[in-house]
């Protein structure tokens, strides 16, 4: 089992920045594929971002294209989101998810482990 800890969440005004982090412990995260999420209150879960083991083509929803980064460090099991011109549309609740051995994927089904979310939330 892996366990997935957010952080870098917090309060900030539109067009501004933040930086997530997801930390993975417990069995070796070797060959997870890695997603981002959010979630607003009553609102389903939505797709932000996902990424390789081998951090080859990271694929973004679309409305965050061009503003949101995803990478990783394996060397630190770590996985981040450089989010940039943040609106307030990007309030919500933000999950790192993992599956091992599939390549990354749109759907939170596909996802074994999630954290805890931390929360992001953008005003003017």
């Known amino acids: 089992q892996v366990q997935l800890v957010e952080s870098g969440g917090g309060l900030v005004q539109a067009g501004g920045s933040l930086s997530l982090s997801c930390a993975a412990s417990?069995?070796?995260?070797?060959?997870?594929?890695m997603g981002w999420f959010r979630q607003a209150p009553g609102k389903e879960r939505d797709f932000v971002a996902s990424?390789?083991?081998?951090?080859?083509?990271?694929y973004y929803a679309d409305s965050v294209k061009g503003r949101l980064t995803i990478s990783r460090d394996n060397a630190k099991n770590t996985v981040y989101l450089q989010m940039n011109s943040l609106k307030p549309e990007d309030t919500a609740v933000y999950y790192c998810?993992?599956?091992?051995?599939?390549?990354?994927?749109?759907?939170?089904?596909?996802?074994?482990?999630w954290g805890q979310g931390t929360q992001v939330t953008v005003s003017s």
């Open positions: 417990g069995r070796t995260a070797s060959y997870y594929a």
């Open positions: 990424i390789s083991w081998y951090g080859t083509n990271p």
């Open positions: 998810a993992a599956v091992r051995g599939r390549p990354p994927s749109p759907r939170p089904g596909d996802y074994d482990y």
